[in-house]
Structure formats: structure tokens, C-alpha cells
């Protein structure tokens, strides 16, 4: 037996994880064009490849051998660090999701999931909020107004979002009563228990993150940072090529971040229904070894969690092309006067429901 | 002052709980939406599906030639006279002996040019013609080019081709029967 050190495996598990979410991101961008289309009654890109499927390749080799402009006046190194930063941050914050549960090779155990700590939680929070820094420096390296206007709008939108977005997690937290990312999931669904997926104990608590997680990624209908119609292109406005690129490419790597996140908080993860059922099934009818079935519903469970967040892809762009964008006091007047208030009273409803034994 | 009956008084109420709430108008922007995601799509991908044309529709210019493959023209000068955009030249010539097949009259046309840039497809040069050669396709357009000379269109690329598979009727392709028809005719 081949022995894979620790770290190794989770190396491996981060550049398998890497490469997907560029890769899925890459879709995105092919995929948003589809849908938007589709929504629109029209066909979107088919001209490259079969279906338009190269489509993706088509516009990086368009976005490289674009010209790269600095603006005169701008602060050349943030310029440049801006969209690193946003991109940079949009990556890391994948580390932490269990993409899958363990998979054993002989004696050894392995998890699908990059590092499991115990404060995954955190990670993404801490990660995801260090994004608007891209945005932020972005725009203000611009040396342009419209730009600093993005960013000023980028993070006190995201400030506002977050406040809620933690709150509605606090919930979700006050139930499982861990941080870890894998014992969130694992607790949606005990062997020789019914247990229901979050989404059933938090209904209130997953809307109020659904919106919170639509701001945060700056999605329409919050899509103001980079509003073309106010601010020509917000924080983006100045800039070109590859770095412009990489925004772009940031936004949809949060999206699939975020998707995991919501999949794995309340839709329970790579948790599928009737998943130990089957596994039981195939031990005692069709004399599978436990560890191989096991390994068959955790491969089945990491495709139902791309499913999920897939599926929660989807209603993202499915969003953008139905709602139009919000005004910026509508925008600040859902996230304190609705978002917050709703948020703290989810908690409250939460612990009477914990204090009187219902979940 | 009223101008019509169809005038709607609106009042102004107070919007209710549902209205406040707003999910359910996003609800129903997103039920909207997907029903247009599985309508039938309004694209036409053009260079492999094409628009239906008008029957009559006034597309290319095509030089006819004669049930003997002859051509029709006699270089009279009336579609040149016709035509409102002054987009035909042409310059006639005398029929030499020996080339009763190629040409039907005594006098042809040695050169016959169209602009299609200047030409407005107004069909006058079609109802000008007295011996029924010059007709304008209705399935068939002057494609796009780069240069400006590439839009004169010349004899070489306005006359009818000679294989009666390719002859048209008023620019109709004829079906296989009718040309094995006409080849049989021709024999």
C-alpha cells in the first residue's frame, strides 16, 4: 500500500479544488450567457466550438491580447493589486468546504475536503469580507471618480450585508453548535436517525442568507458597486485586459464559493436522502464491503453536492436576468431596517425553539 | 378634455402585506422568466437557417438565356434608360457569324454591368425589358464584401449558367423533372 502523508492528500484535494472552481467559473461566464439568453428567448453563443461550448476560451484569448491601460494618475502597484486581491481571496475561501465525505484505500481514511478546521466558519467569513479589499483598492487606484464611488458603495453594501448574514448563521450555529464545516454537515444526517436538513429548521434563516449572499457577490438585483448605468462600470470602470478579466472571474468564483457554502449550511452538503440506506442495501444483499460502499455513496454525495450548487448557480443568474436593480436607499434600507431586524428575531425564534426541545 | 374612452382612473392605495414584502412579485418575475426559458426561441443562426423570402421578393439580378441556351439580351438599353439609380452600363456589339448560339438576336451585349451598391432593387429594369432577360431573384441578395469594385457585378457573374440543372424560371430553381424536361427539349 502506496502511503500518502497527510498533506500530501489535502495538496492534492486543494489543486483538485483549485482547478474546479476555475474551471466551473470559466462555465459561468458561458453559462450566464446561455441562460441570459435562453430567458430572453434567444440562443446566446454557439458559434465556437459545438453548442458554443469554447466559447469560454474564446473570450480569455480575447481578454490576454486585449490592450493594458493604466489610467493617468492612478497608483500603479494597487492598481495592478486590486484585482489580485479579489481573486486571491475568492480562491482561498474554498479551502475549507467539504466537498465530500471519506473515501478509504486500504487502511487509510481520506476526507474530500481541503483543510478541515475546527473555525471553518470563520475562515470563510474572514475570507470572504477581506474580498470588498479588492474591490476597494481597485477602485480607488483608479484615479476616477465614477471608480471610487463603486468601491465606496462596494463596501458599505457589504458591511451592511455582512452584519446579517452573520446573524442568520448564528442560528444555523446555536443548532449544530460547532463552526466546523464538516460536523455542520455530518449533523444533517446521522446513520439510524431521521434528521432533516437545515433548511427545514432555518427556512427564515436561509432567505435572509440567500439575499445577504447575492449582496455580498454583488450580484443584481446588489449589483451596485459596478452599476454601468450610474457609475459606467463602478469599481471596474478603468480597467482592461486580464485585470478586468480577473474581476470578472472573481465575482463568479465567489458565486460557486458561496453556493458551496449555502449547499453545505443548509442544504446538507454531500448528504443525499436515503444515503445509509443504500449503503446497508448493497452491504447486506449484494455482499459489498462496508468501506466500498461507503466510498460509492461518498462519490454519489460529492455529485449531489455539485448539484446543489449547481442548481443554486442557476437560480443566481436566474435572478440576474429577472430583477431589476435596487436603488442604493432601497439597498440600505432592506439590509438594516428589514434584513437585521428579521435576522434577530430568527435568533430569538431559534433559541425558544432549542430552550423548549422542538429542534 | 377627453380623447378617448379608454382613459383608467388610478387610485392610489396603500400597498399591502404581500406587496410590501415583495417575495411574491419575485416570484412571479422568476415563474415569468423560466416560462420564457422553455418558449421557442426567436433566433434565426443565419448562415445555416435563413429567413423565408417573399415570393416576390427583388433579390440579385440574373441575365436569362433562351430555351436554347441563348442569351436573351439584345443590348437595347432600356433597363440602362429605366432604371432610376442609374445603376446599369452596358456596351452592344454585332453578332459575328458562328455565334448564332450563344446570342439570340443579331446585336448583344459585349459587356452588361450592374452596381449593386447604387442599385435600389426597384424592379423597373425587369419591366423595361422587352425580350424578358434581365429579372431580379427573389431568393437570392448581393452578398457583403470588402471592396467597393466587387459590388460591379459583371456578364460573369449576372448571366444564367448554361447547364439546364441550374436554369431558373424567374430565378426558381427548377425541380429535377422540370430540367430533365428542358434537357430533353434542348436534345
Redesign the interface.
Known sequence: MIEIPTLGWQSIVIFVVFALSLLIATYCTYAERVIAAFLQDRVGPDRAGPYGLAQPLADAVKMFTKEEFFPGGANKALFIFGPCLAMITALMSSAVIPFGNNVSFGNNLFFLQGIEVNIGMLWIFGVVSLGVYGVMIGGWASNNKFSLLGAIRAASQNISYELAMGMSLIAVLMISGTLSLREITLQQSIAGEWHFWNIVKQPLGFIIFLVCAFAETNRTPFDLPECETELVGGYHTEYSSMKLGLYLFSEYVNIFVVSAVMSVLYFGGFNFPFQYELRDWLVSNHDWTLASAQNLITFLGTAGLFLKIFAFIFFFMWIRWTLPRFRYDQLMRLGWTMLIPLAVINILITGGLILFGVI | MQLTNRAKVLEKKPMTLAERAY?PA?FQ??S???R??F?????I?YPEETRPFSPIFRGLHVLKRDEQGRERCTACGLCAVACPAEAITMVAGERKKGEEGLYREEKYAVSYEINMLRCIFCGLCEEACPKAAVYLQPDKMAPPRYERDEFIYGKDRLVEPVSPDARSIRGIQLTPEQAEALRSKLA
Open positions: 417575495l419575485i418575475g422568476l415569468i422568466t423560466m420564457h426559458f418558449m421557442k426561441k426567436a433566433t443562426r
